[in-house]
């Protein structure tokens, strides 16, 4: 994907466009965090329903429209800030990767049912937005990038369990 050494931050809002202010956050942390990591580079993918025109974005930032292969990214990330997503997040914890989430707000899926599995795993960094500034982002950022996790496992071989148990039945 033709990134370096460079420590890498992947900010995705999914398909969905709810999440524009919070790429808007993650754009105005983005100098913050450069202060202190001067290398940065931080991509922000705007998904499927959010057109990349209609935001304004600090100079030196890496804007995509949506993204097929998003994992890849993430697996390639030193840090992830996502909304919180049912596959992105359990994409996270099974990558290892660490990551900032942001359930949507009176959203229940995602801030009872994913932030507790997320829980139960003891993966990720939940966070508010209401309660979320830029620089509070940058502060999450400079302490969690290319941090060490300690996540519960996820097992990986679901699709070879299944075809396993569909051989037996046939």
Known sequence: MGYGDEPLVICSIGGTAVGKELLTFC???YP???DKIPTLRMVLICGPRLNTNSLKFFQGLDVKDYIPALHEYFAASDLAIVQAGGTTTLELTALRRPFLFFPIEGQFEQQVHVAGRLDRHQAGVKMIFSK?????IAEKVISNIGKEVTYKSIATDGA???AQLIVQLL
């Not at 979320?132 to 509070?136: A, D, S």
Request: aromatic share 0%.
């Open 27 to 29: 754009s105005q942390a």
């Open 160 to 162: 070879k369990k299944a």
């Open 32 to 34: 913050i965090i450069r």
């Open 132 to 136: 979320t500034t830029p620089t509070i």
